[in-house]
Structure formats: structure tokens, C-alpha cells
């Protein structure tokens, strides 16, 4: 690691800036990947399947090509050949797709062909005309009646059952009090605002392609790996995402066949996926069934917790939800252990989708606890409280830091949670509605992972920040920015930050809560790297000031290195450039995982969600109406947009809890409702009142900025925590998300 001796925190980070990008996108002037039309481009129109699992037998494609405007249509036998095969798999993160191969259909709204013509009506006529026959193989669908086995790693690559050391059934058959439910969860598609879209063009063995992604140098990788081209020559732009939640991690078989689009006529081409295209071959979160089975002793200290998880995964890969792993970090038990079976469906492969593994595990463990709490006569608080994890449970190390005590007590008091009555269907407001609150604890692995970031400081003293970092909304372009101003001691007005390209630094992943962690220290370290070499050109010279100050002898400030025992002795950047004779002073900086620290400590964000709902006595109809989340997440980088961070994902909650589902038929194995006036996602009049509490938290462990992640985080905790409001409010535990009022009766 660079000296970061030389720079401070402060100037620019913490500030509550808007978003730097935010006139570009309410003018509607910020690009996005399928408002790129470049010269003679070519529209792409997939033909998708209306069978999970089969062959396609015909397809009318001289109907189709007979279509006027349209150009060509792809079909397997006439694809660019690739030099991978998609159906390999050399990592975890490889996951395979279906382009055109061969005439296998594995699930619903597959692509069976691909129809591309002069205008998107052209294209799109010519992929109704191609009337489909298939050879159908009758569907495997739902969690039951198909083979259950143990997956060989879930999410990817954790194993699949992990334990403690402890006696988990001794401890259960010991404890005074039990609780031993089972929790269901549907399937869940992303659904971000802009669907999965590429525009892409050839210029010989070069290839440009403009497509949402979150991991810019993963996605040139995979591109390079399956055409057989060099990373180098190709270019991913990248600079907005109108969302990700996991979706647009990685290169999918759509974005592959717009590639061989525009390969096969030589144009380029564009292909925009319709909503309904995106319920099948872009991932999606599987259906769970947890069972979660706990212990206590008279005193209400839990002396076992067992969760587990029977999940479901694609016919022809390995994503296997890890939701029984969130319960590794929340609660002290002397006994724990997790364990993961699954059924192999005839859906898409599911993949990481907001906060995955954790949400689903959450609502799970989180109604568990109340379950238990209720056992025991005890304050679903209190409860928690008692049972709080000094340690991390499931391997017995200390935490990096962990301020969650802080943010029980914050929410609570915010939330005025010590005048809930303790029995359930006892509070009412004055229209005479059910009343409930609930509460939950959130918590999410603080992850990073490996980024390289350039800066430069130029012959006027400003400065150029440059890193493939990628924007999904967060507000990376801000926050990024912040960190690169105080990383070269500018304003952030004299720094120029460029990111979402792929010939950019390798910014790492915009995923797992992770990005700015990533991101932000290589930046933060490129920037260290420069100033110090800025301080031995000052400190080396007998010219300067700060001749003799030594390295660490000085600061950077404002545009100035100054003299640390003396702030008012020092010379701008310029003057020093200058006198040195150089246009420029270039650095860099990297990050990634410290395998020591991690090795040795426990790493987490934490928080606490209260929550109120309100239910119709007659009609069960359920509104959750207030929303307090108190997070403790490490060094703040931008309040405003962290908070917005917090918001979003307990909205996801809200959504998790009561109203997203996708639901499958399960004799033609399609989703029913792949749309986004069926798929129901929360709008504002389903969020009356949120408040997000940061709760402060330095961690001098975690990573140099002492950052961890807000993104995912909000979603756990809020789901249980509405899950719990609605029991208490009626009385009738509803283990099966979403709670629709029909569960209630
Ligand atoms: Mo996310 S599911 O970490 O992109």
C-alpha cells in the first residue's frame, strides 16, 4: 500500500453532495446503452421460447427473412462460430448461456433465434413470423417431487454445510424453549428500470459494445474468452446503469447474441431485451424453503439455532442460493450450524440478486427470532439483546468492528419502540385499524475485491482520477469523486473523474455491496501514491520550503503541500511541477481483500429495522406506514447518498415482504406474470415513512478508507422486521412471503 500519511479525510469526503450526474439524468441527456445509435445500426429482435424444456423443431425463417426490412436471422447452425464453448465453465462466476448452439430449449424465454432488420418493427414482425414448433418435454417445476440433493457449493463456492463445533441437537433437545418453523420464499426476478441492452459493433478483430454492466474488466474478459479476440480490443462503455441488483454482474446470453449480431452482417447492431425476455435468461432469485429450529434455556440464552435451506437451482448450472449462511453472524449460540439442499428446475439459472443468500435468510431467522422471543415471554429486543455476538458465532472471531448495540438503541428510541404492547392484535389506531410493529437486525458481509485506479496530477495543480468503475444509480460518480478529490488534497471541482469504461483501470465489481470499498481505496491509494512522489520532489529540493520536512513531514492541502509542524510553510502543486520541469506527476493505486485481516477478523455492517404496518381487521388488507433503519457501516462517504442507499434497500424489503413474487406455472413452466404490471413492486404510495439513522462507526481494519457496504444491507432486516409488524398487529404468523391478505384469513 502507498503512504496515505500524506492525505486527510475531510475536505470532500463526508460531505452530503448531490449527485454529480443528476442534471445529466432529469434532462434526460445522460446516455444509457440503447441511446447509442450509431451509423447504418441495425435493430436486433430475439425470438424467445414458450416452452421450459424441449427441442425447437421449426421455425419459419423464410417467413421471417421474407419480412421487408428484415436482414438476417440467427439460428443454430449459422452462428459465429466461438471459440469457448458457453456450456463450459472454468469459474464459479463463468456461468453458462444459451446462444444459439444447438436446438435445446432449459427454460422459458429462451433465446431460439435472433431476427435483425433495418428498423426494431421489422425486426420484431420478423421474430412473431417464425411460429415456433417444439418437441416438449414436460416441465420440472417447484421445490417438491424433483430429486433433492446437496448442492456441491452454494452461492459461489461456499460449502454447503457449516457448523460451529457445537452439538446443534443436543443443544435443541436441552433447551426449555423451542421453535422449529418453516419459512417460504418465492422466486424473484431483478427487474431493473432498464432491461438488459447492447449496442455493438465491429471494426475488424476490434470490437465496441455499449451495455450495462457492473463489472466492466470481467465482462471484456468473458467477451474476449468466448470470441477468441484480446481483452484490448475490446471496449465496453459503461457510464450508467438504470439498476443492476445483481443482474448485469456479468455478461449474459442476450448481450452475447447482439455481439454475433452485429459480427454476422457487419453493421452495427442494437438489442433491447422486452420485460418479458427478462424472466428467463438474466438470472433470477430461486424460491427458498428454510427451516429454522432454535433453542433456548429458561433464561431465554439460545443454546442452539440449526438453519436450513432447500432451494432450487437451473437443469444445466450450479447457482445455488446461500440463505442459511446469513445466520453465521447474528446470534450468539453455542451450537450453530447451516445446511443447503436443492432441486434442479427448468428455469434459468438463478444468480445474485439483492443482497443474495442474506434476504431471504433474513426473513427467515428474523421471524424465527420472534417466533422465539414470544416463546420465551421476552421484548423482541430484549431478546436480541441478550443473545448479542460478542464474537462471530459461526467461527469465533472478533469482529473488525461492529456497532450494532448503537443502532438497537438508535432506531429504537427513534422508532419509540418501548411503547409497543407486548400481545399481539392488542394495538389499534384511531380508524380503528390493526396495528403492528416489529422489529429485525441487518447485517451484510463487508466485502472487497481487486481494483486498480490511475491519478494524475496536472502542470496547473488539478487533477485526473481514472478507474473502470461502474454507476448502477448508487451514486458512484459522486461518492467516487469525493474520494479521489481528498486522495490528491483537491476540491473536488479541480478533479476530473472519469469511470465506466473498460479502457479505463480495472475497477473491479459494482457488486456485493462492494464497489466503493473497491473502488474508493484504489483511488484513495492512487492518489497517495502521486502526493508522495509529489513530497519527494518538494522535500528533496533544496528550492522548496519543504526542503528537509522528510516524507511524512508533509501534508497535502488545498492544492498545497505544507509543512506538518508548520500548515502556513509550503508550495501549490504547480510550483513544484514547474520547478521540476514536469507536465504531469502520474500515480497509482490498487486495492483488495487483505487475506491477514480477514483471516483474523469477523467483517460486517450492521443494523437495526423497526417497523409499523397497519391491517384492515375485515379486509386484511396490509400497508406498512413507518420504517426506521439505524446502520452502522463504517466511514460515511457521502451522508445523502448513503442514506438514499439505506432507503433503496428497505424498499426492497417492503417489496420482499409484501408484494414481490414471480409466479410459475407449473405445467408449461413459464412465469405468469413477466411483466411489471403483475410483478408487483412497492410504488410510492406503499412507502408512506422511512428514516435511515447512520450510526457512527470507525473501522481502523476493514480497508484503509474504514469503509464498508450500504447497499444491501437495508433489504435484510426490513423484511423480517414487517413480517413481525404484521403478526403482531394480527396475530397470525405468516410464514410465506409475501404476506398477501388471502394468508391472513
Ligand atoms: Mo449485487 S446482487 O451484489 O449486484
Request: glycine share 12%.
Amino acid at each position: 500500500m502507498p503512504e496515505q500519511t500524506h492525505t486527510r479525510y475531510g475536505s470532500n469526503i463526508g460531505q452530503p453532495l448531490t449527485r454529480r450526474e443528476g442534471l445529466l439524468k432529469v434532462t434526460g441527456s445522460a446516455r444509457f446503452a440503447a441511446d447509442n445509435h450509431p451509423e447504418g445500426m441495425l435493430y436486433a429482435a430475439l425470438a424467445t421460447s414458450t416452452i421450459a424444456r424441449g427441442r425447437v423443431t421449426f421455425l419459419d425463417v423464410a417467413a421471417a427473412k421474407a419480412h421487408p426490412g428484415v436482414v438476417d436471422v440467427i439460428v443454430p447452425g449459422n452462428t459465429p462460430q466461438l471459440a469457448f464453448d458457453p456450456d463450459d465453465k472454468d469459474s464459479p462466476f463463468t456461468f453458462r448461456m444459451d446462444v444459439l448452439q444447438n436446438d435445446r430449449v432449459r427454460y422459458a424465454n429462451q433465446a431460439i433465434a435472433v431476427v435483425i432488420g433495418e428498423t426494431l418493427e421489422a425486426a420484431t414482425e420478423g421474430a412473431a413470423l417464425l411460429a415456433p414448433r417444439y418437441d416438449v418435454e414436460p416441465a420440472r417445476m417447484g421445490l417438491d417431487g424433483n430429486e433433492t440433493f446437496v448442492p456441491p457449493a452454494v452461492g459461489v463456492g461456499e460449502p454447503p454445510d457449516i457448523d460451529n463445533g457445537g452439538d446443534v441437537d443436543a443443544g435443541l433437545a436441552g433447551s426449555a424453549k423451542r421453535v422449529d418453523a418453516t419459512y417460504e420464499t418465492p422466486a424473484q426476478y431483478h427487474n431493473a428500470m432498464e432491461p438488459h441492452a447492447i449496442v455493438a459493433q465491429w471494426d475488424g478483430d476490434k470490437l465496441t459494445v455499449d451495455t450495462p454492466s457492473q463489472a466492466l474488466t470481467m465482462g471484456q474478459g468473458r467477451i474476449a474468452q468466448l470470441f477468441g479476440i484480446d481483452p484490448a480490443n475490446i471496449l465496453i462503455r459503461s457510464p450508467f446503469l438504470g439498476g443492476g441488483f445483481g443482474s448485469k454482474a456479468l455478461m449474459k446470453g442476450p448481450q452475447i447474441l447482439g455481439i454475433m449480431a452485429a459480427r454476422r452482417t457487419g453493421r452495427p447492431v442494437k438489442l433491447v431485451l422486452r420485460r418479458d425476455q427478462m424472466f428467463g435468461p438474466v438470472g433470477h432469485r430461486a424460491p427458498t424453503r428454510q427451516t429454522v429450529r432454535m433453542g433456548t434455556d429458561d433464561s431465554g440464552q439460545i443454546q442452539a439455532i440449526h438453519h436450513h435451506n432447500h432451494t432450487a437451482t437451473s437443469s444445466f448450472d450450479d447457482f445455488f442460493e446461500p440463505a442459511a449462511n446469513l445466520s453465521h453472524t447474528l446470534y450468539a449460540a453455542p451450537a450453530l450450524k447451516t445446511t443447503h439442499t436443492a432441486v434442479r428446475l427448468d428455469t434459468g439459472t438463478p444468480l445474485f440478486m439483492r443482497a443474495p443468500g442474506e434476504a431471504s435468510g433474513s426473513i427467515a431467522l428474523e421471524s424465527a427470532v420472534d417466533e422465539m422471543a414470544e416463546a420465551c415471554g421476552m421484548d423482541p429486543l430484549a431478546f436480541r439483546l441478550k443473545n448479542y455476538a460478542e464474537v462471530e458465532p459461526i467461527s469465533g472471531k472478533p469482529f473488525s468492528s461492529k456497532n450494532l448495540r448503537e443502532c438497537y438503541e438508535q432506531g429504537a428510541a427513534a422508532f419509540g419502540w418501548s411503547k409497543r404492547a407486548a400481545a399481539p392484535r392488542t394495538m389499534r389506531d384511531e380508524a380503528g385499524l390493526l396495528v403492528g410493529w416489529g422489529m429485525g437486525t441487518a447485517t451484510f458481509p463487508a466485502l472487497i475485491f481487486a481494483a486498480d485506479a490511475r491519478a494524475t496530477l496536472k502542470a496547473d495543480g488539478t487533477g485526473l482520477v481514472e478507474i473502470g468503475a461502474q454507476d448502477m444509480g448508487q451514486g458512484a460518480w459522486t461518492a467516487l469523486a469525493q474520494i479521489a478529490a481528498d486522495g490528491l488534497g483537491l476540491d473536488i471541482d479541480q478533479v476530473e473523474f472519469r469511470m465506466g469504461s473498460s479502457d479505463l483501470p480495472n475497477g473491479g465489481i459494482a457488486g456485493g455491496s462492494g464497489h466503493t470499498a473497491t473502488a474508493g481505496n484504489a483511488i484513495h491509494a492512487a492518489g497517495g501514491d502521486v502526493i508522495a512522489k509529489l513530497a519527494r520532489l518538494a522535500t528533496d529540493d533544496q528550492r522548496s520550503p519543504l526542503f528537509g520536512a522528510g516524507n511524512a513531514g508533509v501534508v497535502a492541502r488545498d492544492g498545497r503541500l505544507v509543512r506538518r509542524d508548520d500548515e502556513s510553510r509550503g508550495e501549490s502543486y504547480a510550483d513544484i511541477l514547474a520547478r521540476a520541469g514536469l507536465p504531469a506527476l502520474e500515480g497509482q493505486g490498487s486495492a483488495g481483500a487483505d487475506q491477514d485481516a480477514q483471516k483474523r477478523y469477523a467483517m460486517h455492517a450492521h443494523g437495526a429495522v423497526f417497523a409499523e404496518v397497519k391491517v384492515d381487521p375485515e379486509l386484511g388488507q396490509i400497508r406498512c406506514t413507518r420504517l426506521v433503519g439505524a446502520f452502522a457501516a463504517g466511514r460515511v462517504i457521502n451522508p445523502r447518498l448513503v442514506r438514499s442507499q439505506y432507503f433503496g434497500g428497505m424498499i426492497w424489503g417492503v417489496s420482499f415482504a409484501l408484494h414481490e413474487e414471480a409466479v410459475m406455472d407449473h405445467r408449461s413452466g413459464r412465469p405468469l406474470n413477466a411483466n411489471l404490471g403483475e410483478y408487483h413492486v412497492p410504488v410510492n404510495a406503499d412507502i408512506p415513512s422511512l428514516e435511515a439513522i447512520l450510526v457512527d462507526e470507525k473501522d481502523s481494519i476493514i480497508n484503509a478508507l474504514g469503509v464498508k457496504g450500504v447497499g444491501e444491507i437495508g433489504i435484510t432486516g426490513t423484511a423480517g422486521a414487517i413480517a413481525n409488524a404484521v403478526y403482531h398487529a394480527t396475530g397470525v404468523r405468516v410464514r410465506q412471503a409475501p404476506i398477501r391478505l388471502e394468508r391472513l384469513l
